[in-house]
């Protein structure tokens, strides 16, 4: 299994709030994304990264900034958490041309 | 932009074959996978088609038609473990993936 791992696991937190979710790798894997996952709509990109210091954003990034100041650590940020926030996030990553995504465990979060 | 179209949910009994098709708007297309997720877990790669035609893992192959934006999964000798949902994607210029909505497979025996 590749080395990806999601912190934390589960989050509650209250609206408005700052969140700062994490994801570590250890394959040295160029590309990292933020995927999250709500009923009905499968999995959609917030961002991506395609290097250290390297960002771009997906399909469903207002209210979401990250950071890669590291080739292992992608952070996603919510800087004021809101109710629609609330959803599992899905960290990946891949090599630079191949096309398999490995996911990492997720992160429930709940935004009350 | 992307968009995908894939069936929401698709029953089957122990040992029958389900297709689940997906077809695909994009522009820049580069190629259509495959994801398998079990409820709880994470999404979990499973095929890749570059080209036209049909790529064969064990028990589940898929086709991809360019000229025709679509392509399917084909879940052969149906196992309970299958019970899963699906997920097609298409890559598009800037490396993104898109997925689509996922198909919910149940397979009773």
């Known amino acids: 299994d590749a080395g990806i791992t999601q912190s934390p696991r589960h989050k509650v937190t209250e609206t408005g709030t700052p969140v700062t979710l994490r994801c570590h790798q250890t394959?040295?894997?160029?590309?990292m994304y933020w995927y999250r996952q709500d009923p009905g709509h499968g999995l959609r990109l917030i961002h991506y990264?395609?290097?250290?210091?390297?960002?771009d954003k997906g399909e469903v990034s207002d209210g979401y900034s990250v950071s890669r100041s590291k080739t292992e650590d992608f952070l996603l940020t919510l800087e004021s958490a809101t109710s629609s926030q609330t959803s599992v996030y899905f960290c990946?990553?891949?090599?630079?041309?191949?096309?398999?995504?490995?996911f990492g465990s997720g992160t429930q979060l709940s935004v009350l | 932009g992307q968009s995908l179209e894939q069936p929401s949910e698709v029953t089957a009994v122990e040992g029958a074959i389900v297709q689940i098709n997906c077809t695909y708007q994009?522009?820049?297309?580069?190629?259509l996978s495959w994801y398998q997720q079990h409820d709880g877990g994470a999404p979990t790669f499973l095929s890749y088609?570059?080209?036209?035609g049909l790529e064969e893992t064990g028990r589940f192959s898929s086709f991809l038609s360019r000229s025709d934006s679509y392509g399917y999964l084909l879940l052969q000798e149906l196992q309970m473990k299958d019970s899963a949902s699906y997920f097609c994607?298409?890559?598009?210029?800037?490396?993104?993936?898109?997925f689509g909505g996922g198909t919910r497979v149940l397979v009773k025996p």
């Open positions: 994607a298409v890559k598009a210029a800037g490396n993104k993936l898109t």
């Open positions: 394959e040295n894997h160029r590309y």
């Open positions: 990264s395609y290097g250290v210091k390297d960002t």
């Open positions: 088609n570059g080209l036209d």
């Open positions: 994009t522009s820049g297309f580069y190629g």
């Open positions: 990946a990553i891949s090599a630079s041309s191949n096309e398999k995504l490995f």
